[in-house]
T-cell receptor
Framework: AQSVAQPEDQVNVAEGNPLTVKCTYSVSGNPYLFWYVQYPNRGLQFLLKYITGDNLVKGSYGFEAEFNKSQTSFHLKKPSALVSDSALYFCLGGNQAGTALIFGKGTTLSVSS | GAVVSQHPSWVICKSGTSVKIECRSLDFQATTMFWYRQFPKQSLMLMATSNEGSKATYEQGVEKDKFLINHASLTLSTLTVTSAHPEDSSFYIC??????????????????FGPGTRLTVL
């Protein structure tokens, strides 16, 4: 069965430190991968996506993610965390075969000042 | 830009009644809208994909007669939960895509999500 996993329920980092939110996937064929962020009381917001091309994808708010086919990972990263980055982050994945979009369970990022 | 709204944000209804949820793209024309359902402490589940002026495409296991989707215009899609029962209580989220393609895809199109609607069926 296809799946998207976010192994950490919560990630805590200090402001100014680099952050990583992990995502691994298991899909048949070529994967399509997304990162979305959900701030409290707001809808999901698009950060970035990988469909094809460069493995390093740059997105909104200074976030980037690296597609690693050998490790089947698509970790979200930011060089220097801000308190305002505190939110719930979702990794999403799919493949060329179907229309279903698979959501990871979400990771809560908490950035302390 | 790319703001999506949902109305209502929260609704309580009696078992057996029908509830309509609206999803609107406020500042762009959405060629495709997607409807999701989120169970407590679980990920979102795609229910259906709708294109303006055509029938929605439902995911396997989703009852199309139970969850009626209408996409009347490029800025409005509605989800009607018919004859609602307590097990239909959930958080429903819509998203909209402005990417034009012959085959809209939830797994490739960039989507802009609404804030969600909390449905409680008594």
């Amino acid at each position: 069965a296809q799946s998207v996993a976010q192994p950490e329920d919560q990630v805590n980092v200090a402001e100014g430190n680099p952050l990583t939110v992990k995502c691994t996937y298991s899909v048949s064929g070529n994967p399509y991968l997304f990162w979305y962020v959900q701030y409290p009381n707001r809808g999901l917001q698009f950060l970035l996506k990988y469909i094809t091309g460069d493995n390093l994808v740059k997105g909104s708010y200074g976030f980037e993610a690296e597609f690693n086919k050998s490790q089947t990972s698509f970790h979200l990263k930011k060089p220097s965390a801000l308190v305002s980055d505190s939110a719930l982050y979702f990794c999403l994945g799919g493949n060329q075969a179907g229309t279903a979009l698979i959501f990871g369970k979400g990771t809560t990022l908490s950035v302390s000042s | 830009g790319a703001v999506v709204s949902q109305h209502p944000s929260w609704v309580i209804c009696k078992s057996g009644t029908s509830v309509k949820i609206e999803c609107r793209s406020l500042d762009f024309q959405a060629t495709t809208m997607f409807w999701y359902r989120q169970f407590p402490k679980q990920s979102l589940m795609l229910m259906a994909t709708s294109n303006e002026g055509s029938k929605a495409t439902y995911e396997q296991g989703v009852e199309k007669d139970k969850f009626l989707i209408n996409h009347a215009s490029l800025t409005l899609s509605t989800l009607t939960v018919t004859s609602a029962h307590p097990e239909d209580s959930s958080f429903y989220i819509c998203s909209a895509s402005r990417e034009e393609s012959a085959r809209p895809r939830a797994d490739t199109d960039t989507q802009y999500f609404g804030p969600g609607t909390r449905l409680t069926v008594l």
